[in-house]
């Protein structure tokens, strides 16, 4: 469920018309609902109620400080893969001490910045990992917390470039090894030996691949509670989104038309699955969600610039382009393109939805239908509230879009549009080509 439907014929995010927003701060801009936010927040954390629970919010998906902000006033903590992405929770008040830092190739300036900071733990993903950590903690004279990072070797079933829970990712132990890295971990002296941790991959869209990997890895983490004393079990993140119905899906009536066994995912039958394979640990349990907290909380706000009629299709040239959303050339991803003013008397188009910039992979879509809409109207691009702008570049020096928060009846800029000057301020023209 979401917060984005129409009101009579205007598409509404909240209780704001989308099209003021657009009129206000231009096109491209991404616009998220604090509403859908803070609803996805509280019925992940309901489903597992009962549990000792920490939800790190994985903020790769969305790294906005106003929405990490929100994030740290719902109680969340962070699932963090960079020393920017640690300052960036400092920054938005969050705090550094419950989160976790993932990633397969911190630096060493990067782990000192995260001991200093008190991070939770470390999610370490090689032997060589810890002996740096080690290290850093030594000249700091400190001991640092760490979970060894377990590929299960489930299948995720997944699209291949964000599955990481089989043995040829790059992500993680060995379940076979990890008994070795975690004796390796105990003969460091600067480190304490606190989780253990997994991830098997992104937009899951049925919890089966998750209760196995789960299933497969608890004996061990009990093996661990008893040998180390380990405090916690992250299961990592990667619950699902609709984008196909993104619409649709934010009413109640969709789902209840919906049988049982054809729902998609759900917090709550994520959350009765694992419960009970997860209680018996008698641990603290680490979420790791992005995609879930985020992706329908967003949308993409664009203009159309021209309607191109080819001799065999139709292209519908948008302002946004990959360079903002690149989630259909990156991964073929679907995202749902709406009208923000519909009208069903107009006649359906069918057309390529596709950006300004000089390659043919900057298309959203292909073929697609939708509603006539006509140059100067204006679209929005659903699901977009994950791994939209945190993936956008500067690709043809197009600046990064604007971003707006929705609460009720209010909304706010939260990042202004790029400007030139702020694009092109690090660079210089040396000396020697100065004539
Ligand atoms: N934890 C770890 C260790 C991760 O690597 C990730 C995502 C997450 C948590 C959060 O996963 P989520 O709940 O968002 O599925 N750019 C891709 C997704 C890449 C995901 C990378 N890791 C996309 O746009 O689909």
Redesign the pocket.
Known sequence: MHSLHYVGQKLHCESVDLAAIAQLHGTPTYVYSAQTIANNYQRLAASLTGLDLQICY?M??NSNLAILRHFANLGAAF?LVSGGELRRVTAAGGAANRSVF?GVGKSEAEIRLAIEAGVYGF?VESEPELARINHVAGQLGKKAPIAI?INPDVDAKT?A??T?GKSDNK?GIPLKHAAEAYAAAAKFPHLEIKGVQM?IG??LTSVTPFAEAVAKVVPFVAELKKTYGISYFSI?????IIYQDALASGQQSWWDAKPEAERPLTPETYGATLKPLLAPLGLKILL?????LVGNAGVLLSRVEYLKRGANKNFLVVDAAMNDLV?PAM?E?YHEIVPLTRDSARPALKADIVGPICESGDCFAKDRTLQSVGEGELVAFMSAG??GYT?ASRYNTRAQAAEVLVSGSRFELVNGRESFESMIAGEKIPAFLKT
């Open positions: 994985a790769k998906a699932d993932a999610h990072r699209h470039k964000i990481t992500f991830h992104s937009q990592g993140g990667g619950i699902g790791e969600p992005g995609r879930f989630r991964y991803a994950a791994y993936m």
